[in-house]
C-alpha cells in the first residue's frame, strides 16, 4: 500500500489578494517560510521515501526543507504544476469577482474552462497519472507530493467519487496535509487539511 502525503505549499503574498496560477517568481513569505519549517519538523516521524513537487516555485520553496529532513532530493514534476487560469492568472480578487465565469467556478467546475487556460477534469487526470507512477514506484512506501489546493481537490473528488463541481466545498489550507492511501483495490482517505497547528487555523 503506497500512503501519499498532499501537501499544499505555504503561504505567498498572493493569497487572498490575486491568483498566482502559473506566475513565475510567486515565492513564500515570512510566513510561508515559518510553515515550510514547522511542516518539516510535524513530518518528520514519518518513514518519507521521495519528496515529489510542482514546478512552481512557492512549491519548491515548501518541499526543500522537508527534503533536507529526510535528506533526500525534491522531484520537481512537471504534472503538478497549477491549474491552468488561462487569461485570469494575475488579476486581483476584486477583478476576479466582476467576471461571471469567476463567480460561478466554486459550483460548476466541470462546465467552465478559464479563457486561454484548462478544463479541470485536464488537471484531474494529469494528477492521477501521477499518482500511479508513484504507486508503481513505491507500492509500500510513503511519498510527500508537494502541490496546490485544486490539486488535492481534484483527487479527493476522484478518490471519494463526487462531482468535481462540489470540490471548492473543501478547505485546503497552506501547508497542509491530506493522506492518502492507495493499494490494488480501495483507495482510502485518512485526514484531509490537516496542519501543523491542529485546529488553530480556524480560530
Known amino acids: 500500500m503506497t500512503t501519499i502525503l498532499l501537501i499544499r505549499h505555504a503561504s505567498n503574498d498572493y493569497l487572498g489578494r490575486a491568483l498566482a496560477g502559473r506566475l513565475p517568481a510567486v515565492h513564500l513569505n515570512e510566513q510561508g517560510l515559518r510553515e515550510a519549517q514547522a511542516l518539516a519538523q510535524w513530518l518528520s516521524p514519518w518513514p518519507i521515501q521521495a519528496v515529489y513537487c510542482s514546478p512552481l516555485e512557492r512549491a519548491r520553496e515548501t518541499a526543500q526543507p522537508l527534503a533536507e529532513v529526510f535528506g533526500i532530493p525534491v522531484r520537481v514534476e512537471e504534472a503538478l504544476i497549477e491549474y491552468g487560469f488561462g487569461d485570469w492568472t494575475g488579476m486581483s480578487m476584486e477583478e476576479l469577482e466582476r467576471l461571471t465565469d469567476w463567480r460561478n467556478l466554486k459550483n460548476s467546475r466541470s462546465c467552465i474552462r478559464p479563457p486561454g487556460g484548462e478544463h479541470i477534469i485536464e488537471t484531474q487526470c494529469r494528477l492521477i497519472k501521477i499518482f500511479e507512477v508513484i504507486q508503481k514506484g513505491y507500492p509500500e512506501g510513503v511519498v510527500?507530493?508537494?502541490?496546490?489546493?485544486?490539486?488535492?481537490?481534484?483527487?479527493?473528488?476522484?478518490?471519494?467519487?463526487?462531482?468535481?463541481?462540489?470540490?471548492?466545498?473543501?478547505?485546503?489550507?497552506?501547508?497542509?496535509?491530506?493522506?492518502?492511501?492507495?493499494?490494488?483495490?480501495?483507495?482510502?482517505?485518512?485526514?484531509?487539511?490537516?496542519?501543523?497547528?491542529?485546529?488553530?487555523?480556524?480560530?
Not at 173 to 200: E, F, I, K, Y
Open 144 to 203: 510527500a507530493v508537494v502541490t496546490h489546493a485544486d490539486h488535492i481537490r481534484t483527487a479527493l473528488a476522484f478518490y471519494l467519487g463526487f462531482s468535481v463541481d462540489l470540490m471548492s466545498r473543501i478547505e485546503v489550507s497552506p501547508a497542509s496535509v491530506t493522506v492518502l492511501q492507495l493499494d490494488s483495490s480501495t483507495p482510502r482517505v485518512l485526514t484531509v487539511n490537516q496542519t501543523s497547528q491542529g485546529l488553530d487555523f480556524l480560530v
